[in-house]
């Protein structure tokens, strides 16, 4: 067999065991002050990648077999599913077979491939084989084998029950039985001697996210309720109040997960009914019905706290060693935590953020942040979550508090906040000296500068930015582009056209808020208070460009707003991608990526009868940017050199190549560079939309590149932009309420601009 040898690479990273600083006092004399001496104590899990083995492109399972070697499935470049095992924990792998060529899988009118594994404790594996029509991509054909250790293959007759379709998910309960899940939400336990149903889990209508089997409990997690089942009797037991409890209590979206990962995993050591289980906010061990949960790896400190990692599966090893197979989107790792005596538990530093609002791409760089710097811990606080109800008032009533009173964060991410009046205050640190560093070694857009340079000092610069676009038909865009422009082209296409809406079907707080970006800085005086004519326009053009198109009330009615970032309110992408499904012809909004901006011009590419062009919305304001992770430092704050150096890699071209869709990147390195435009090729998108008369349609677009002549003319608009649109939640609040009511005809115009006009003055004067 061939060996494949990788050196393997160490990060100090991870989480922590129990840790806290211990604080002992010696005695004085002669009226001396007493001095307390800090103990530091030591141990701490520390995390380190696993290289794959040579060849490997992503993982399908992986686990430790029971001779203690470590087992890989995954597969190649052309998807091509192969076996590997390691003796040394990694440092090198084994391949034991080519499944494709084991099984002489072959492609042409109906394409074979090997779509499920799961490695059994002894070696050997089960292979589903699934063979699909070309054409069409259905299923034509499940086939079950087992690999046995010698390399030989037995084919099982599974005899699924009625309504299967196709088993996305196994895993092994003893040397003949599994539990195979199915893609439309069943769970069987099954009999390999004979390929026969032993248990059925799951109620029709039930809809679960992932499953755990600890000892004879098989664990099923769901939206809304964890099921524990007897594995003898395949009956509902008592639940286990402290694991519920964790889970429900982690922050993870049970309805969200993709296809191989899961947002959460749970794993069993032995068979003493101790289990391992792992979320986003670190692992856990716990003993089955036990009072406690006992955090062993912090989340916060490693890759597990970054959102854009996906759990796969999860295993133990030697020494209390703990193993995750992750999903990055780009790329699967294989993760080793292992427990250091020698590091100290709890990191030396500490950082802390407040954001108004969640953001990803802030979390994904404290998470990398903290594996480059582990003798650095970064905490964030958000004040308004999608989990509570506070207004934006409330959560900067307390947060100024906290300031003024020298108990605040050392950052603070400033989307959403009224930042002129921080600056007025005093309340925020020059933080020049981070910007001209990062400039000088990698480059900083100038415009974007520019805009925060006052008198050679800045105060809060972006860590993304995002640029207001219009797109519609190419022989009309020019005239789309301004408020006032857009609004008449909207009463032409009202009178001219029956067939296609012009904006995709939208409550008017979604419309206001894809325009707003191209108007809201023209609002806004020297002292701070609205414009009244200009505010004014703009309530009358939107209620004009609302009532151009039909719209389902019951939309309205199933639409939450609160507490979502104003930017994911406004992604222009989504709705271009309507453009070419023919749903309606125009939309305006937000491009915050590369990959949203790829998605832009494969719908132009591939429109089909009409030519579809962008443009700056300029709206009531010329050349317009939306700052994004707008970042500033507390004047109070004692960490003023932590928090800079956070802010220096926030800023570098590491952190910057982070994408998660939260803003285009600053650092004008990342920004000049081809690559990180050169994104989409191979990805498909679609949505499926349904007509009156309840006929599904569905839409696909297969994205590709974007030509060096489209990045060219979109790196260009964006060095063109020059004024922030700096949008204050608490005045987004008040003009959002009043517009819909203005719009739905419950006042009248002159009404409403007043009342958002005393509404922020007030807000003005406290």
């Known amino acids: 067999m061939k060996k494949t040898w990788k050196k393997l690479f160490c990060r100090l990273l991870a989480g922590t065991m129990a840790g806290v600083l211990l604080m002992g006092t010696a005695g004085c004399k002669g009226g001396e002050k007493e001095e307390k001496e800090k103990e530091v104590v030591m141990g701490r899990y520390l995390e380190e990648e696993i290289p794959l083995p040579e060849g490997a492109q992503g993982i399908v399972e992986a686990t430790r077999l029971s001779d203690g070697k470590l087992a890989l499935l995954g597969y190649d470049e052309q ?26 899988l072959a492609d042409g009118e109906q394409q074979t491939a090997m779509s499920v594994g799961a490695i059994r404790q002894d070696g050997a594996v089960l292979c589903v084989v699934t063979t699909y029509d070309v054409d069409t991509a ?36 003893s040397d003949q039985e599994v539990i195979v899940q199915d893609s439309v939400v069943g769970l069987y336990e099954m009999d390999l001697s004979d390929g026969s149903v032993k248990n059925q889990f799951i109620e029709e209508g039930q809809v679960f996210t992932t499953f755990g089997i600890v000892e004879n409990y098989l664990i099923v997690v769901g939206a809304d309720e964890i099921s524990y089942y007897d594995l003898d009797t395949g009956k509902i037991e ?12 982690s922050g993870a979206d049970q309805n969200l997960t993709s296809y191989g990962t899961s947002p959460l995993l749970i794993c069993q050591k032995g068979k003493d009914g101790k ?108 004040g308004m979550s999608e989990d509570n109800s506070i207004t934006a008032t409330d959560a900067l009533k307390t947060l100024n508090t906290e300031i003024m009173a020298g108990k605040g964060p050392d950052l ?42 006052k008198e050679n000092e800045i105060y809060e610069f972006p860590g993304r930015f995002s640029i207001p676009l219009v797109v519609g038909p190419k022989d009309q865009i020019e005239a789309m582009q301004t408020l006032e422009g857009l609004t008449k082209v909207a009463e032409r296409y009202s009178e001219t056209n029956d067939s296609v809406r012009l904006f995709s079907d939208m409550t008017p707080e979604f419309l206001s808020e894809s325009l707003v970006d191209g108007a809201y800085a023209a609002w806004i005086q020297e002292d701070r208070t609205l414009d009244e004519n200009l505010l004014k326009e703009y309530f009358e053009s939107v209620k004009k460009l609302y009532d151009t198109d039909s719209h389902d009330e019951q939309l309205r009615e199933n639409v939450v707003m609160q507490n979502y970032p104003h930017l994911e309110l406004s992604y222009v992408d989504g709705m271009v991608l309507q453009i070419y499904g023919k749903e309606c012809a125009a939309a305006v909004g937000n491009l915050a990526s590369p990959d949203g901006f790829s998605q832009i011009t494969s719908c132009m590419n591939n429109m089909e009868d009409t030519e579809i062009d962008y443009e700056v919305w300029n709206g009531q304001k010329e050349g317009c940017f939306s700052p994004v992770m707008l970042m500033g430092v507390n004047s109070k704050s004692k960490n003023q050199e932590e928090a800079k150096a956070f802010l220096e890699f926030l800023y570098s071209e590491k952190a910057q190549r982070l994408s998660m869709g939260y803003g285009l990147t600053v650092n004008e390195k990342v920004y000049d560079s081809q690559e990180y435009w050169a994104v989409g090729d191979g990805t498909t998108v679609g949505y499926t939309v349904q007509d009156g008369d309840g006929v599904e349609r569905q839409v696909f677009l297969n994205m590709e590149n974007s030509s060096a002549d489209q ?21 987004m609040e008040a003009v959002r309420g009043q517009l819909t009511d203005y719009i739905d005809g419950k006042i009248e115009l002159d009404e409403a601009v007043q009342n958002v006009i005393q509404k922020v003055n007030l807000y003005l004067a406290e």
């Not at 009046?421 to 500068?449: A, R």
């Open 238 to 249: 008592e639940e286990d109040s402290a694991l519920t409890e964790q889970i429900k209590n």
């Open 412 to 453: 603070l991410m400033l989307d959403g906040m009224p930042v002129s009046t921080y600056e007025e205050k005093g309340m925020l640190s020059d933080i020049s000296d981070v910007i001209e560093k990062v400039d000088k070694s990698e480059g900083i857009l100038d415009n974007i500068q520019e805009a925060y340079t």
């Open 711 to 731: 990045v060219k003319k979109i790196q260009e608009i964006g060095k063109s932009l020059n004024t922030p649109s700096q949008l204050d939640k608490t005045v």
């Open 79 to 104: 998807y091509m599913t192969h076996y590997w095992q390691s003796a040394d924990d990694g440092e090198t792998w084994e391949e034991q077979g080519n499944m494709p060529q084991e099984l002489k």
């Open 275 to 382: 289990l391992f289980y792992c979320d986003s906010t670190g692992i856990y061990s716990h003993v089955i019905k036990g009072n406690a949960m006992e955090q062993v790896v912090d989340g916060k400190l490693n890759s597990i706290g970054d959102p854009s990692v996906g759990l796969m599966g999860m295993f133990l090893g030697d020494e209390n060693a703990i193993y995750l197979a992750v999903s990055t989107g780009e790329e699967h790792q294989l993760l080793k935590y292992a427990y250091s005596k020698d590091t100290p538990s709890v990191p030396s530093k500490e950082i802390k953020i407040y954001a108004l609002e969640e953001n990803a791409e802030l979390q994904q760089a404290i998470s990398l942040f903290q594996k480059e710097n582990p003798d650095y811990y970064v905490s964030l606080e958000v």
């Open 138 to 173: 259905d299923v034509v054909e499940d086939k079950t084998y087992i690999r046995n250790t010698d390399g030989t293959y037995t084919e099982v007759n599974m005899k699924y029950p009625d309504g299967f379709t196709q088993a996305i998910d196994i895993k092994w309960l």
